[in-house]
């Protein structure tokens, strides 16, 4: 299934700092513009899903009708250059891809309840998964999630069988796979995690409070009670996620706690029942996964036939940059990685014996 193996660039290639502060700054180089037509959902409680929707520019290796529902990193979406190369190659590939656009994340689409993106709501991205299934019922799925997105598809696909139907693979691209574990590295200084850890807060405190009327206004009965103005001061004066996570993020979804919000947001204790081949991506250099953490993946690989985890000595965080010594390609190990994934899960089903959904399910959980 892996055919290559990942060579950074040679000067600043080894360098998960470089790597990620690249995906940071730039997402991509030189990134393509592919056109999608963005679609909206009404959620029960008042809130606005959107999503933009991309038709394959080829045919399938295969010959069969794919669509690829990815879910992007915190506070993404689809117009994120990391996101639009990545789907541009996948069309390329005879792939239609779906793209989640994070509640609140984009600048031009105002939020219709007080609510934003959690870290582990699978909420909108069930919606997109359910627009697709009924819009095109003769596709076929391959779920993909980038960094707090692969939090997010793990724990969708995990929550329910039912959610894993028509599924026919997910990759989970640089995620932490436990907030909870996760926390306490956040706030040390090795690999400078506390530096990207100020750095991601700086920048969620800019969306929520582009959103503030909407979350704290006085006038809006929806708003959940337990948040307050004093949240809004404690978010003024906040350095890091988690503080963001206590004085407001929790509060959307009724946590009594921290420590319960990141427990039940987590993918943890959903993925031993994901039962469709599952492909996990981490790189051993990247600053925001503490290197602890990784003993999740491995284990599940080494319980689990289905699950496979692939870990580069480099990459940083959703980097995998390749190309000449000091230039970066558009194109990088990881979205060639997870399309090759695809096509080879896509050969695959195509070629075994086929059974029926509940034979599926039994052979899953034996």
């Given at each position: 299934?892996?055919?290559f193996?990942?060579?950074?660039?040679?000067?600043?290639?080894?360098?998960g700092?470089?790597?990620?502060?690249?995906?940071?700054?730039m997402?991509?180089v030189?990134s393509?513009h592919?056109?999608?037509l963005?679609?909206?959902?009404?959620?029960?409680?008042g809130?606005?899903?959107?999503?933009?929707?991309?038709?394959?520019?080829s045919?399938?290796?295969?010959?069969?009708?794919?669509?690829?529902?990815?879910?992007p990193?915190?506070?993404?979406h689809?117009?994120?250059?990391?996101?639009?190369?990545?789907?541009?190659?996948?069309?390329?590939?005879?792939?239609?891809c779906?793209?989640l656009?994070h509640?609140?994340?984009?600048?031009?689409?105002e939020?219709?309840?007080?609510r934003?993106?959690?870290?582990?709501?699978?909420?909108?991205?069930?919606?997109?998964?359910?627009?697709i299934?009924?819009?095109?019922?003769?596709?076929q799925l391959?779920?993909v999630?980038?960094?707090?997105g692969?939090?997010?598809?793990?724990?969708?696909?995990?929550e329910?069988?039912?959610?894993?139907?028509r599924?026919?693979c997910?990759?989970?691209?640089?995620?932490?796979?436990s907030?909870?574990?996760?926390?306490e590295t956040?706030m040390?200084w090795?690999?400078?995690r506390?530096?990207?850890?100020?750095?991601?807060?700086d920048?969620?405190?800019?969306?929520?409070?582009?959103?503030?009327?909407?979350?704290?206004?006085?006038?809006?009965?929806?708003k959940?009670q337990?948040?307050?103005?004093?949240d809004l001061g404690?978010?003024?004066?906040?350095?890091?996620l988690?503080?963001?996570?206590d004085?407001v993020m929790r509060?959307?979804?009724?946590?009594s706690?921290l420590k319960?919000?990141y427990?039940?947001?987590s993918?943890l204790?959903?993925?031993?029942?994901?039962?469709?081949?599952?492909?996990?991506?981490n790189?051993?250099d990247?600053?925001?996964v503490?290197?602890?953490?990784?003993?999740?993946?491995?284990?599940?690989?080494e319980?689990?036939?289905?699950?496979?985890?692939?870990?580069?000595?480099?990459?940083g965080?959703?980097?995998?940059?390749?190309?000449s010594?000091?230039?970066?390609e558009?194109?990088?190990?990881?979205?060639?990685?997870v399309v090759?994934?695809?096509?080879?899960i896509?050969?695959?089903?195509k070629t075994?014996?086929?059974?029926?959904?509940?034979?599926?399910?039994?052979?899953?959980?034996?």
């Amino acid at each position: 299934l892996l055919p290559f193996r990942y060579i950074p660039p040679l000067i600043w290639g080894k360098s998960g700092h470089i790597q990620t502060a690249l995906y940071g700054k730039m997402g991509r180089v030189r990134s393509p513009h592919p056109y999608g037509l963005r679609k909206y959902l009404t959620m029960p409680d008042g809130a606005t899903a959107t999503f933009d929707l991309f038709e394959p520019c080829s045919e399938h290796c295969t010959g069969e009708d794919v669509t690829m529902v990815i879910c992007p990193g915190i506070a993404n979406h689809s117009e994120k250059q990391y996101i639009r190369t990545f789907v541009d190659y996948a069309q390329k590939n005879g792939y239609r891809c779906a793209v989640l656009n994070h509640l609140g994340a984009l600048p031009n689409i105002e939020l219709t309840s007080p609510r934003m993106f959690t870290y582990g709501c699978t909420w909108e991205f069930g919606a997109m998964v359910n627009y697709i299934k009924k819009t095109y019922p003769q596709t076929q799925l391959v779920v993909v999630g980038f960094s707090l997105g692969g939090n997010i598809v793990c724990k969708y696909l995990g929550e329910s069988q039912a959610n894993q139907e028509r599924v026919l693979c997910c990759v989970s691209v640089c995620q932490g796979y436990s907030a909870l574990r996760a926390q306490e590295t956040f706030m040390q200084w090795d690999h400078c995690r506390r530096f990207y850890n100020f750095l991601m807060a700086d920048n969620m405190k800019k969306i929520i409070l582009s959103h503030r009327h909407v979350l704290f206004g006085d006038n809006n009965m929806k708003k959940p009670q337990s948040l307050s103005d004093a949240d809004l001061g404690k978010l003024y004066t906040a350095t890091s996620l988690m503080q963001i996570d206590d004085n407001v993020m929790r509060k959307f979804h009724g946590y009594s706690s921290l420590k319960e919000y990141y427990e039940e947001e987590s993918c943890l204790q959903y993925l031993h029942r994901i039962y469709v081949p599952l492909l996990l991506v981490n790189a051993a250099d990247d600053p925001l996964v503490h290197e602890s953490l990784l003993s999740i993946p491995r284990a599940l690989s080494e319980k689990r036939e289905n699950v496979m985890h692939v870990l580069p000595l480099h990459g940083g965080h959703l980097g995998f940059f390749e190309g000449s010594v000091l230039f970066p390609e558009p194109l990088t190990w990881m979205d060639k990685l997870v399309v090759q994934y695809a096509n080879a899960i896509c050969q695959w089903e195509k070629t075994k014996p086929h059974c029926s959904d509940t034979e599926q399910a039994v052979s899953g959980q034996e």
